[in-house]
């Protein structure tokens, strides 16, 4: 299998064609080959060359049914891929296909109408000439009967000349015999034989009788009249045989007349069928012309004994098409009255069927050819502005979708700044400035991204920063716990907290909620983060450069100054103060910032804090009651020259501080805000785990709470707790 799909491959790339895809491409590619394999010893001579050629024409079929399905999926898939085709292809079905449909459906009435008009004709020449016969044959028998009431022994009595010739036609064979009181009278000339003579009427004819008749096997066009006078019984026939020189005389003008004698139609209901098919044979008589009897059964014998006359002439023009129609003619036989079938047909020109539909006036049928070709020649300049405006409808609709495929391969290949030339107003040019309009919106959305990427990256590494300046490590006294967590609702926080060790049995700690969100937030509070830091280094300088001094006696009186001064760092509430000053002097007037600061002594377990307009932290006690510390002031950095209050608690073992954010207790569902009480309720019943395990309960609750919903608020909780 291998090495036929290696065939294939080298084959088609051979044709740069792409290699077959799938069973039934792979299958019509060997039944060819398999077909000129099974050509070739189909010439052999013999059975070989037979059973060669029965196989190699069972594999065409097979061939042709799996060329089918390829066919189809090369139209759609190839052919009809592009819109333009498509769209011809449309415009085919849809303008061109009724219009070929009704050409071909009035070029057909056309034809049937030619034809049935031909037939029209052919009949109605030979209904006018029954007609000429039975005027003919009335006069004469009204001259014989009068003749014979005159003189009853008369013999050899002279017909008029008119019935030699009963129309402008002239006739071959005409033959007038009459019968007087069942008599036949003797009439002169006579120029015919015996046997041309017809016999007496039979029963079945009425007094008055035209038509086509079957006598003694000649086919005639007959008329018989009755005269009644004195008593006396008058009958009058005239005959004129159907032969060649009398059907050339019908179809004058017409084109070809063929008569056929042996082509039953139908038959006369009332008489019964015949035992046996007639007979036609015909002769050629040196006097009568052709003689026709019954006979032959078949459609070569019928065309074989047809009567013939006229000639069609050559064409005028083009389109001056034979047009053949055949009719049945209604024909008695003489002798019984059954009804025989015979058919005639017409071929003949639409040039000679309008010069006989217009024969009476040439000049309104030339009128009229002209106009219809006029119409004609309209119509097909019409069809053909139809189908230019179509064509450039066309160009104009596929041109749109080719500047539109190509404009989004540009944009593919990532040229944003490509664009269509739009010069039209229509929807396909809407279209054009829509996607024009959409490659500058998706060029200015991915500068757009590009900045947005830049920012977050910047913002990455502005987090990345801020991590660095909340206390890193496990932080704590051997006599006190702790525990802080800050969740930012954006990338940066503005909330602040730290832990700031003093020696093994001091700490300081502070917690900060920055007005604002965002970018301008994080920047405050790391302005608040350095400032904090910045006195508490400044602290612990001047309490080792107080140390030093206290030990020198020359500089004893100094040194207590210092140390005078390094305890002000430790008391929160002059903190705040400082830092007021600071924030309120470096920063806008809207921006403040809610602070709580406390200092822990391990050795006293005495809290002294000041709060700067933050949410009171609370202490919860072994005991389980609970204190707010909520002694202090204004929040810091929104106005000058204040001061703050700071109060003092004494921790006992067991009792837990729990500072928070409005993050924490402010966020809200249909149930209403999270709330301090449920803080507190949490905090209270999972007191005997680790500080880091109560967090984690309580930010899973906080989250619970919030559900789908984005955290509103940056989340700050710290909790500490004596041993």
């Known amino acids: 299998m291998g090495q036929f799909r290696n065939f294939e491959v080298a084959v088609f790339r051979r044709l740069h064609r792409d ?24 010439w052999l001579p013999g059975v070989t060359g037979v059973v060669f050629r029965t196989l190699a024409s069972f594999d065409f079929f097979l061939l042709i049914l799996f060329c089918l399905p390829l066919l189809w999926r090369y139209i759609f898939q190839r052919l009809l891929w592009k819109v333009r085709n498509r769209l ?70 002279s017909i008029p000349e008119a019935s030699a010739d009963p129309s402008d036609q002239e006739y071959t064979g005409l033959t007038v015999a009459a019968f007087h009181d069942g008599r036949p009278v003797g009439l002169l000339p006579a120029s015919v034989e015996a046997h041309d003579i017809p016999s007496r009427p039979p029963s079945w004819v009425p007094a008055a009788f035209r038509g086509i008749v079957l006598d003694h096997g000649r086919l005639s066009l007959r008329a018989v009249d009755t005269q009644v006078l004195n008593g006396h019984t008058t009958i009058a026939i005239t005959s004129v045989p159907l032969e060649k020189e009398n059907v050339e005389a019908i179809a004058r003008d017409l084109g070809q007349v063929s008569i056929y004698p042996g082509v039953r139609f139908g038959e006369d209901q009332g008489a019964p069928p015949p035992r046996s098919t007639p007979k036609l044979s015909m002769t050629t008589p040196a006097k009568s012309g052709a003689h026709v009897d019954v006979g032959g059964e078949s459609l070569e014998d019928a065309r074989r004994l047809a009567i013939v006359g006229g000639t069609l002439p050559p064409p005028q023009h083009f389109y001056d098409v034979p047009v053949g129609f055949a009719a049945p003619l209604a024909t008695r036989e003489w002798t019984t009255g059954r009804q025989e079938g015979i058919s005639a047909e017409v071929i003949s020109r639409p040039s000679l069927l309008y010069k006989r539909l217009f024969i009476t006036s040439l000049d309104v049928g030339n009128f009229v050819r002209d106009g219809l070709i006029a119409i004609a020649i309209a119509f097909g300049v019409l069809e053909l502005l139809a189908f230019l405006a179509a064509v450039r409808l066309n160009q104009t609709i596929t041109r749109s979708v080719h500047a539109l495929y190509e404009a989004t391969l540009a944009i593919d290949g990532g040229n944003l700044r490509h664009r269509i030339q739009v010069k039209r107003r229509d929807q396909l040019g809407a279209l054009g400035r829509s996607f024009n309009s959409m490659a500058a919106s998706l060029e200015r959305l991915l500068a757009e991204q590009r900045e947005k990427e830049r920012l977050q990256n910047e913002l990455a590494i502005a987090q990345e920063v801020q991590a660095n300046l909340f206390p890193r490590g496990r932080i704590a006294l051997p006599m006190l716990e702790l525990y802080g967590v800050c969740l930012p609702a954006r990338t940066v926080s503005g909330d602040y907290y730290d832990f700031l060790l003093f020696g093994e049995t001091g700490l300081g700690m502070a917690l900060g909620d920055i007005s604002g969100k965002g970018i301008s937030a994080a920047l405050l509070m790391a302005t608040l983060h350095s400032a904090v830091r910045a006195y508490r280094f400044a602290g612990e300088e001047l ?23 390094a305890e002000l760092f430790e008391q929160p509430a002059r903190i705040l103060a400082l830092l007021n000053r600071h924030l309120y002097r470096s920063t806008q007037p809207e921006k403040y910032a809610t602070l709580f600061l406390s200092h822990y ?49 004494y921790l006992g073992s067991g009792d837990i501080l729990i500072a928070y954010s409005d993050g924490v207790t402010e966020p809200e569902n249909d149930f209403g805000e999270f709330g301090e009480s449920r803080l507190l309720e949490i905090v209270r019943r999972h007191r005997h785990l680790s500080l880091d395990a109560i967090s984690e309960q309580v930010i899973q609750t906080l989250r619970t709470w919030i559900g789908g919903q984005e955290q509103p608020d940056d989340v700050t909780l710290v909790l500490a707790r004596q041993r």
């Open 19 to 42: 290699p077959p895809a799938g069973f039934v491409h792979r299958a019509a590619f060997w039944l060819f080959l398999a077909y000129f394999a099974l050509s070739i010893p189909g």
């Open 543 to 565: 309490l080792t450069e107080a140390a030093v001094a206290l030990a020198n006696p020359l500089t004893h009186e100094a040194g207590a100054e210092e140390v005078e001064c």
């Open 601 to 649: 002594d391990g050795i006293t377990r005495r809290l002294v804090y000041s709060n700067g307009g933050h949410l009171p932290p609370l202490l919860l006690r072994a005991n389980d009651t609970v204190t707010r510390l909520d002694r202090g002031g204004c929040v810091v950095g929104l106005l000058d020259d204040l001061h703050w209050e700071q109060g003092v608690e």
């Open 88 to 157: 011809i292809v449309t415009y085919l079905l849809m303008g061109l296909t009724p219009v070929v449909l009704f050409v071909t459906l009035a070029l057909l009435l056309l034809y049937v109408f030619s034809g049935q008009f031909a037939i029209f004709a052919a009949t109605s020449v030979i209904n006018d000439e029954l007609a000429h016969i039975a005027s003919t044959n009335g006069s004469v028998v009204m001259h014989i009967a009068h003749a014979l009431d005159q003189n009853p022994g008369i013999r050899g009595l």
